[in-house]
């Protein structure tokens, strides 16, 4: 914006709010503070659970240490346009070459940060990353967590050819794991699962015993342990391809 003076300066962030607190009421627009990082966004914006229970606990705990561990979110941040709902439906495509054509539905369209906007994948390969969701193999349709990790390679390859391995490109390999972190600190109704999906990749087991790990953090899991299980959550954030289900 600018002032009098002639200089230009940050203006107020905008936002899109809902009216009855879901996805689907009315909106309006609500204005806010400035952020200078993606991590002062989430610090201010984290919806924190009330620590009334181990689950709260260990959760918050767990949470902070992801957010701390993603290279993505701590990386200089600045803002790309984003749509708001990237997935297949609104991808068109040339059936006779391949391309992609146009994006459509555009409404509410806003601001994010790249590993959150044009440089994350499509939400239609990284539907094992949202557990809300995500229902193989009781659903037939849905593919494996190892056929997404395949299109979420080949994504990234292609992506990396187009652009030359330069630029925001970057962000691409590992934006379904620091989407997963966003939606875990703004939305307190998917972050259990979540969670416990990052712990059952990490640690490479059954998503009941991650949940058995995840309430163990609240004063049932030894220093020893903590310190291993956020050693193999950095790996996993920052991109280790050692791990699987990561890439």
């Not at 260990?58 to 941040?77: C, D, I, Y």
């Not at 292609?158 to 390999?173: A, P, R």
């Not at 794991?177 to 966003?182: D, G, L, R, V």
């Not at 954030?237 to 699987?244: A, K």
């Amino acid at each position: 914006m600018e002032a009098e003076d002639g200089t230009n300066f940050l203006g107020p962030l905008f936002n899109w709010q809902h009216e009855d607190g879901s996805q689907y009421g009315s909106v309006r627009v609500q204005a806010a503070r400035t952020y200078v990082s993606t991590i002062e966004y989430l610090a201010c914006h984290f919806d924190f659970e009330t620590e009334k229970s181990s689950w709260d606990r260990a959760s918050n705990k767990m949470l902070e240490a992801l957010v701390q561990s993603s290279p993505n979110l701590n990386s200089h941040s600045r803002f790309v346009l984003c749509p708001p709902d990237f997935d297949s439906q609104n991808i068109l495509v040339d059936p006779e070459s391949g391309s992609v054509v146009g994006l459509i539905d555009w409404d509410l369209c806003h601001t994010m940060p790249p590993h959150m906007g044009y440089a994350r994948y499509p939400g239609f390969i990284t539907r094992d990353w949202d557990p809300l969701m995500y229902r193989y193999p009781v659903i037939k349709t849905e593919d494996s967590p190892e056929t997404l990790q395949r299109f979420r390679q080949h994504y990234n390859n292609e992506l990396g050819k187009s652009l030359l391995c330069e630029g925001d490109w970057e962000f691409t390999k590992n934006s379904h794991i620091s989407e997963a972190i966003w939606n875990a600190a703004l939305n307190s109704f998917i972050r259990k699962g979540i969670l416990r999906r990052f712990i059952e990749v990490a640690l490479g087991i059954e998503d009941k015993d991650a949940l058995a790990v995840l309430y163990d953090l609240d004063g049932y899991c030894s220093p020893e342990d903590w310190n291993k299980l956020k050693g193999k959550l950095e790996q996993l954030v920052c991109g280790s391809s050692s791990l699987p289900g990561a890439a």
